[in-house]
């Protein structure tokens, strides 16, 4: 059996099906509270939310990816299991801007889109 280790998107899939499979991937992570500790399970899905923005800014995911973007650095920053104060909690204000960055996009490039209420809570 040969396994692909090519992405999706190579083989031409929809922004919608990227979209789909880090939406997926991220509630799954939520609910894995062994793995959601992890730092690098939140950055795999985070950087699959930010290739289906970068694919199309104006697109209908676009809103979405951001949103969930800043989800996604939100979660990182609660859960990533950082314990050390210092150097480490200021990585996690980082990530908190981030999130509140993306966030700030969705006011301001996507006021019609579905995401705008959520943004801005």
């Not at 062994?34 to 290739?51: D, H, I, L, M």
């Not at 209908?60 to 979660?75: D, I, M």
Request: glycine letters at 4%.
């Amino acid at each position: 059996m040969l396994v692909s280790v090519i992405p999706a998107s190579a083989f031409g899939a929809s922004i919608k099906d990227d979209f789909t499979i880090a939406w997926k991937q991220f509630h799954a992570l939520s609910k894995n509270h062994k793995k959601a500790k992890y730092r690098s399970e939140w950055e795999k899905v985070g950087k699959k939310f930010r290739n289906v923005f970068k694919r199309s800014t104006r697109g209908q995911y676009a809103p979405k990816s951001l949103y969930y973007l800043g989800r996604t650095y939100e979660e990182l920053g609660n859960r990533s299991g950082i314990k050390k104060i210092s150097a480490l909690l200021l990585r996690k204000l980082h990530e908190k801007d981030l999130a509140y960055s993306d966030y700030l996009t969705i006011v301001h490039r996507y006021a019609k889109s579905d995401m705008y209420s959520k943004a801005r809570k």
